[in-house]
């Protein structure tokens, strides 16, 4: 596809369930990070990947909070034991394609997920 | 916690006018960037300033860029209905960390 792709676009879960969202960054890719957008807020960083290696994940809230990148493009982030306080709108976003710095790179993020936790 | 804050917090226009939006920011960059968010959707990215760089065009679209105050400005001239979303300052840092934005409204 010619954006990032997110799904599911929307998740409601119970308290104490587990979740998985899924993130389709743009072939090609090299950097693929994970925000954490509350109502109202900026996004706030979660995690960040360059191919399968997760080089910083010091955003994450709690050891709840799991993502992986296995194959260097598609990537998961896992949320165990959902609180109400998860609550809140998860993008993805991609960034550095052949030959593009990753550090000047624009990120192009997908519509997110919005997960509620009741 | 986020790196920069965009100011006002809300601003309402009539079409046609301008809007100016600022960012202050806390640490060196190496570049500043400006995002747009529609309701219920994922960010667009506007424009990017280098470090080095004090004022950069695109369209409607005139941002400057203050290192040593580290501030930034985004101006959108000729405002459009369409130009209603929210607007994000974004520090220039892997990764990158976004302000709490600003939410424009463009009245027709």
């Known amino acids: 596809g010619a954006g990032v792709s997110q799904s599911p676009r929307y998740k409601v879960a119970k308290r104490g369930q587990d979740v998985a969202l899924r993130c389709d960054p743009i072939s090609g890719h090299v950097s693929l990070f994970w925000y954490q957008q509350a109502l109202g807020q900026g996004p706030e960083f979660l995690t960040y990947f360059q191919n399968e290696a997760q080089l910083d994940k010091s955003g994450l809230p709690s050891d709840r909070f799991f993502a992986e990148r296995p194959e260097g493009s598609v990537s998961t982030l896992k949320i165990q034991r959902t609180q109400q306080e998860d609550s809140a709108v998860y993008l993805c976003?991609?960034?550095?394609?052949?030959?593009?710095?990753?550090?000047?790179?624009?990120?192009?993020f997908g519509n997110g997920t919005r997960l509620t936790v009741t | 916690s986020q790196q920069g804050e965009e100011d006002p917090q809300a601003l309402s226009i009539q079409e046609g006018e301008n809007a100016t939006m600022n960012c202050s920011y806390k640490t060196s960059i190496n570049n500043l960037q400006w995002y747009r968010q529609n309701s219920g959707r994922g960010l667009v990215h506007l424009i990017l300033?280098?470090?080095?760089?004090r004022e950069k065009h695109s369209g409607r679209l005139r941002v400057t860029l203050d290192t040593s105050k580290k501030s930034s400005s985004l101006l959108i001239t000729a405002s459009r209905a369409a130009d209603t979303a929210s607007y994000f300052c974004?520090?220039?840092?892997?990764?990158?960390?976004f302000g709490k934005g600003t939410r424009l409204s463009v009245i027709a």
């Open positions: 974004a520090s220039g840092n892997t990764p990158l960390v």
């Open positions: 300033i280098r470090s080095n760089e």
């Open positions: 976003a991609s960034s550095g394609g052949p030959g593009v710095s990753v550090y000047n790179s624009p990120l192009h």
